[in-house]
């Protein structure tokens, strides 16, 4: 075979190798795999030679292909379709055939990730150059249609998708190598023309089937062809040399760059370290060993989702950067608002998400966030009186309620495109976040990233109804609701924004990967975790390992699978170690790797293989390690700290254990003294949290599944269906819960009814829903019913006044017996166990055995848990087993009656002398959000300053 292929370790010996072989020859075609690679080659061939006009040209694949197509009279080149145009494809077909088989289809198909796992298959499928009848035939012998079956429902998208893109006259840039192969079987012109020039192929490891198809007609047209290609130094790699049999392979030469690696505590403690680090080696100090090389031939990688927390850590520590690539549209300012303000729309517009959504710094910075949210405004209506005495508030709820109405009701793509632009348009997002760049300086980088997002948004509006055309009745289908959502979804997250201006002398932060001709003095790499290296590798339930390798097997048509085909899981794997040690080959001279040793939730976290594999390959040679996972937050006196980005840790013995600090005193006394009940089980676990719930300092809403909300529905449905059942007791109480509980989970909690995502919680809210009213219903069978001549939903207990406070409560049932003693009960979702030290009923208790003029006799209070089937409480020895309580209990009801009791004056004195300190030994300690408001994790324990004093 006429063709050489040029391997290379290190991209310094790229580099070389080509300036050696191409600075005189300026006639050579280079071809590379991305946009920045171009420019790294431009960069290095302009070194030495000469760059004038139309001496070197270089080509991404889908340049090359325009090319071909257009130095042919008549040859139109086929229309490249994004990825939201790919999934406006894909998703208008797979409603098709949901219209069609319905039922029969498995219920991942209508979940809206099912388009994104689709897609990647199909595209997978494209590369490989796999024919729809072979996949038919291989995978479906008989030629039966099956609905039911995974498998078969990707061949028949995959057929149908083909089909639709070339009846159009379009192209899905997976199938760029297959245009281009067939172009230049075809010859031609510019073939013509490329015979006398040779063409040099620079980065690229191996092929897939497209690609490799498309090389072999370059050779076989007689083209001078050179390959530059990386290799990976491990045994058996299936990369260029081995698909090209018969290729002269020459090595370059290389020299292994050295490791240091550095181990931090969790996510944020490995970047606050690694950045600690490089400022303490510019000076000439810290563990790094060797020379600074300056900012700019420094290069740092980090996982895309970390390269926020990547760009504070490095802010904070004063360390001049570039970010190589725009975030995506998803990460900004004008997405952040769309998720919420659909989520709102959603939910039916709930008070405290609604009022933190016009309070945005970017929509009305001014409002009062904590006034909206008590007003308990619900619903558009609701929400339209509350604010329409403030003009910018009303403005702002018209616009995001504008846009939801767009979204709910429909529209075509290029509607939904615009009612994104008239929201992002409407109020000046921008200037309102300009105002306040001055107080809060990050805010200068949304504002960037804002206006940049609504210029991509314009440049899509102006190309879709070009899109419309091509695409014909899919781009012009409504989708609606989270159909609509996905579709601006796969927008924002394959849009870039501009990533700013490029400063001289800085160090340069890759989210991802960076091109594969970059290289650099100092390539650091982070999280190198077996949890990202490999990462979690998940077959496809779209097309099975197995069914992968009988294709494999397989002779199709006369086509051939070949070993880069359709993956299966361990050559996946191969390829991620292959792309970690290129990764490590961005470093001419040292490699920085960096990995947390625990993640998030302090669970320990392993080194990826990887390393000691490269180590032991010589493919990199270690250098040592610095191991600073022991928590050391803050730098000892024995170390140097970095003013003002770091404080010194105290010395030892400077004070004393816990609880030897003051805490601040209550500055701000409970506006409200009128305390709920429900309330009463946080200020037993913990004061201080009891406090910042009462203040509405709730932990962040993260979307997905509302807790909240559910329980809410759950209540409303118990009590709507306890209300029917004492109208007519003859009705079995199953039965009338089963007839209840979708309209009311629609009207209090719809976002579970319409959102396919959350179809599982409402599977499994039913059947708790069904499971606890059977519990209720055996109660009732089982005497209660007989003994009880009154019962009351939602019942508003008599307040309590004591010095400070009131106490309040409403119970959600009451239940009076015949000798005159009552039973309070209350629901709960989960497992009743949970609240055996619960004294929120017996409180409850004490409210009504304190009942002015007539006390009522408590007899026994009950929690039912739906999930568990089960209750769980305190009563009278006669009525446990009325009350499927267990038949002995080592506590009486008297007991937790009194225990009650002094909670409820602990409460009131602290009200009193606004006392809320934190409970730091509680046990709710470990799932509390307000751990870092109470700042617990910074006390030192007396055994903490024992150890110190050892040292
Ligand atoms: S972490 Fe512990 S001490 Fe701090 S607020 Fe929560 S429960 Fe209280």
Request: aromatic content about 8%; charged content about 15%; some cysteine.
């Given at each position: 075979m006429p063709i050489e292929i040029l391997s290379y370790r290190s991209l310094r010996s790229l580099d070389k190798g080509l300036l050696k072989m191409y600075s005189d020859k300026t006639d050579s075609i280079f071809v590379v795999p991305a946009s920045e690679d171009r420019e790294w080659l431009k960069d290095i061939l302009l070194a030495q030679g000469?760059?004038?006009?139309?001496a070197f040209r270089i080509y991404r694949w889908d340049e090359l292909y325009r090319e071909l197509c257009t130095s042919e009279e008549g040859k139109a080149p086929l229309i490249q379709i994004d990825p939201p145009d790919h999934w406006l494809a894909l998703n208008g077909l797979t409603s098709e055939l949901i219209s069609r088989w319905r039922d029969r289809l498995?219920?991942?198909?209508?979940?809206?990730g099912f388009i994104s796992s689709l897609g990647a298959m199909v595209r997978e499928l494209i590369r490989e150059e796999v024919p729809v009848e072979a996949l038919l035939e291989g995978l479906f012998p008989d030629c039966k249609e099956r609905p039911e079956d995974p498998s078969w429902i990707l061949t028949s998208l995959y057929g149908e998708y083909v089909d639709l893109l070339r009846d159009k006259g379009l192209m899905d840039s997976a199938a760029i190598s297959t245009e281009i192969g067939r172009l230049v079987a075809e010859g031609g012109k510019f073939m013509a023309n490329l015979k006398n020039r040779p063409l040099v192929l620079v980065g690229f490891y191996s092929f897939n089937h497209s690609q490799l198809g498309m090389v072999r007609a370059m050779v076989k047209s007689g083209l001078d062809l050179k390959v530059f290609s990386p290799v990976a130094g491990l045994s058996h790699e299936y990369g260029s040399i081995a698909q090209l049999e018969g290729a002269s392979v020459k090595e370059l030469k290389s020299v292994s760059p050295k490791m240091f690696s550095i181990l931090g505590g969790n996510g944020r403690h490995e970047l606050e370290t690694v950045a600690r680090e490089l400022v303490l080696w510019e000076k000439g100090l810290g563990a790094i060993p060797g020379d600074f090389p300056n900012w700019d031939r420094i290069a740092m990688a980090t996982q895309p989702r970390s390269v926020s927390l990547a760009v504070e850590v490095l802010e904070r520590y004063g360390i001049p950067f570039n970010l190589a690539k725009g975030r995506t549209v998803a990460d900004t300012v004008l997405w952040d608002t769309v998720r919420k303000a659909w989520d709102c729309h959603r939910d039916r517009w709930q008070p405290g998400p609604t009022a933190e959504l016009l309070c945005l710094p970017w929509m009305v910075p001014e409002g009062d966030e904590r006034a909206l949210a008590r007003a308990s405004a619900r619903g558009i209506k609701e929400w339209k009186r509350l604010v329409s005495g403030n003009e910018r508030l009303t403005s702002a709820l018209q616009s995001v309620a504008r846009f939801c109405k767009v979204l709910s009701s429909g529209g075509d793509c290029k509607t939904l495109l615009q009612a994104l632009k008239d929201l992002a348009c409407s109020m000046d997002w921008g200037k309102s976040l300009s105002a306040q760049v001055e107080d809060v300086p990050d805010l200068d980088r949304s504002v960037l990233d804002l206006g940049s997002a609504v210029r991509e948004l314009e440049r899509k509006l102006s190309k879709i109804e070009e899109l419309q055309t091509d695409l014909g009745e899919a781009a012009q289908k409504p989708l609606k609701g989270g159909d609509a959502m996905a579709f601006l979804s796969v927008w924002a997250e394959s849009s870039t924004v501009w990533p700013g201006p490029t400063r001289r002398g800085s160090m340069t932060l890759y989210p991802g990967s960076p091109p594969v001709m970059a290289h650099y003095d100092t390539w650091i790499m982070t999280e190198a975790t077996g949890k990202n290296w490999p990462g979690t590798l998940v077959e496809s339930p779209l097309l099975r390992e197995s069914q992968r390798e009988d294709l494999h097997s397989m002779d199709l048509r006369g086509f051939r699978l070949d070993r880069t085909h359709l993956p299966l899981l361990s050559e996946k794997r191969a390829q991620k170690e292959v792309l970690f040690r290129r990764l490590m080959a961005c470093g001419d001279r040292l490699v920085i790797l960096s990995r947390p040793s625990v993640d998030g939730s302090g669970r320990p976290l392993m080194e990826t293989s990887f390393i000691k594999n490269a180590l032991d390959d010589r493919w990199v040679t270690d250098l040592g390690s610095l191991d600073r996972s022991d928590g050391r937050v803050l730098p000892q006196w024995t170390e140097k700290a970095l003013s003002p980005s770091e404080v010194h840790q105290p010395l030892a013995g400077s004070y004393s254990f816990r609880p030897d600090r003051e805490f601040p005193?209550?500055?701000?006394?409970?506006?409200?003294?009128t305390i709920p009940l429900s309330s009463v089980d946080r200020f037993a676990t913990c004061p201080f949290m009891f406090r910042c719930h009462s203040e509405?300092?709730?932990?962040?809403?993260?979307?997905?599944?509302?807790a909240a909300l559910a329980g809410t529905a759950m209540h409303e449905i118990m009590n709507r269906s306890w209300k029917a059942y004492l109208q007519d007791e003859s009705v079995p109480f199953t039965a009338i819960v089963d007839g209840l509980w979708e309209p009311v989970l629609e009207e209090v909690y719809r976002s579970m009814v319409v959102d396919r995502d959350l179809s599982r919680r409402k599977e499994l809210f039913y059947s708790d829903l069904i499971s606890g009213a059977t519990l209720i219903q055996a109660m009732e069978q089982n005497g209660l019913r007989d003994r009880r001549i009154e019962s009351m939903s939602e019942m508003d207990l008599p307040p309590l006044a004591m010095d400070n406070v009131t106490f309040t409560g409403k119970a959600d049932r009451v239940d009076l017996l015949v000798d005159g003693r009552v039973i309070l009960w209350d629901y709960k979702s989960g497992n009743s166990a949970f609240y055996s030290r619960s004294l929120q009923l017996a409180a409850y208790g004490v409210l009504l055995a304190e009942r002015e003029p007539e006390p009522l006799e408590i007899g026994g209070y009950g929690f039912i848990g739906f999930r568990s089937s089960s209750v769980t409480g305190q009563a009278d020895d006669d009525l446990r087993s009325l009350m499927s309580l267990?038949?002995?209990?080592?506590?009486s009801l008297k007991d937790k009656l009194d225990l009650a009791r002094s909670l409820l004056a602990d409460l009131d004195r602290a009200v009193g002398e606004d006392d809320f300190s934190?409970?730091?030994?509680?046990?709710?300690?470990?799932?509390?959000?307000y751990v870092s408001l109470c700042r617990r994790g910074e006390l030192r324990r007396k055994d903490d300053d024992d150890d110190d004093s050892d040292r």
């Open positions: 000469s760059f004038g006009s139309e498995p219920p991942g198909v209508a979940q809206s005193k209550d500055s701000c006394p409970l506006p409200n003294k509405g300092l709730f932990p962040p809403d993260l979307g997905g599944f509302n267990p038949a002995s209990s080592r506590s934190p409970n730091y030994e509680s046990p709710g300690c470990s799932r509390c959000g």
